[in-house]
């Protein structure tokens, strides 16, 4: 069970109402912060228990061809139909997501069909009602369709977890801790591949199920997200979502 720990809206962003950035406490770890965490004393008062154990976020089993590791590199439209309505709909426990960018993303709500499109965070609003949790990181703030996109599904003003971190460059879709996609593409309709063919950007990344790739991934994802450079950061006027406080 978590709970909620620092709440900031987007900057100074009155639209989307539930449109909240939240980093949270968990229970995964009763034991609380592993030893290397190297948090500083606020932060571990703000965040409480280290958020996921990443070795425990990383899983060895579920893989497609069991013993076979995957690493398949994927390019274009590709990225759209196996990473947005491959691995994102088939995540079970968690769905971690990291963008630098972040707009409206419309996708087939059949999965097979660009025909009867639906915006992602349908999809998302979906994956909460399962029970996954969801997190997301990005660097700036979400355009306006986005924006009124997000208000049409309440669920997600208290079930997305959101953090903003303005120097986050790095994209990622990590599902369960034992598949992700990391390249190019950024969470928007040209990024992931779903527009057409004449208007999409160029992009590629790898599918993996590769320890060796998953572990260190979703160890930049969970430093980014628990604020763990946030004290030395030269940036942090420009950071909404700043765990620490000032002076």
């Given at each position: 069970?978590?709970?909620p720990?620092?709440?900031?809206?987007?900057?100074?962003?009155?639209?989307?109402?539930?449109?909240?950035?939240?980093?949270?406490q968990?229970?995964?770890?009763?034991?609380?912060l592993?030893?290397?965490?190297?948090?500083?004393?606020?932060?571990?008062?703000?965040?409480?228990?280290?958020?996921?154990g990443?070795?425990?976020?990383?899983?060895?089993?579920?893989?497609?061809?069991?013993?076979?590791?995957v690493?398949?590199?994927?390019?274009?439209?590709?990225?759209?139909?196996?990473?947005?309505?491959?691995i994102?709909?088939?995540?079970?426990?968690?769905?971690?997501?990291?963008?630098?960018?972040?707009?409206?993303?419309?996708?087939?709500?059949?999965?097979?069909?660009?025909?009867?499109?639906?915006?992602?965070?349908?999809?998302l609003?979906?994956?909460?009602?399962?029970?996954?949790?969801?997190?997301?990181?990005h660097a700036?703030?979400?355009?306006?369709?986005?924006?009124?996109?997000f208000?049409?599904?309440?669920?997600?003003?208290?079930?997305?977890?959101?953090?903003?971190?303005?120097?986050?460059?790095?994209?990622?879709?990590?599902?369960?801790?034992?598949?992700?996609?990391?390249?190019?593409?950024?969470?928007?309709?040209?990024?992931?591949?779903?527009?057409?063919?004449?208007?999409?950007?160029?992009?590629?990344?790898?599918?993996?199920?590769?320890?060796?790739?998953?572990?260190?991934?979703?160890?930049?994802?969970?430093?980014?997200?628990?604020?763990?450079?946030?004290?030395?950061?030269?940036?942090?006027?420009?950071?909404?979502?700043?765990?620490?406080?000032?002076?």
């Open positions: 069970m978590v709970t720990g620092t709440d900031g809206l987007i900057g100074d962003c009155a639209l989307g109402r539930g449109l909240v950035g939240k980093r949270v968990s229970s995964a770890i009763d034991g609380g592993p030893a290397n965490a190297g948090l500083s004393s606020l932060h571990k008062r703000v965040f409480g228990r280290y958020i996921f990443v070795t425990s976020v990383v899983s060895s089993q579920s893989r497609p061809v069991p013993g076979a590791a690493i398949e590199f994927i390019a274009d439209s590709d990225i759209y139909e196996k990473v947005i309505c491959g994102v709909p088939q995540s079970r426990r968690r769905l971690w997501l990291a963008t630098a960018d972040l707009k409206d993303l419309y996708v087939s709500s059949s999965g097979a069909s660009r025909r009867d499109m639906v915006p992602f965070l349908a999809v609003a979906g994956l909460l009602d399962r029970g996954v949790e969801l997190r997301l990181i700036k703030e979400p355009g306006p369709n986005f924006r009124q996109d208000d049409r599904y309440p669920g997600l003003w208290a079930g997305l977890e959101r953090v903003l971190c303005p120097r986050v460059h790095f994209k990622c879709v990590i599902s369960d801790g034992r598949i992700a996609y990391m390249g190019s593409a950024n969470l928007t309709g040209a990024g992931m591949g779903a527009k057409s063919a004449r208007r999409r950007n160029f992009e590629n990344g790898i599918i993996s199920d590769e320890p060796a790739i998953l572990a260190p991934l979703a160890e930049q994802f969970d430093r980014v997200w628990r604020g763990a450079h946030c004290g030395d950061c030269g940036r942090r006027e420009f950071c909404a979502d700043c765990p620490l406080e000032d002076g």
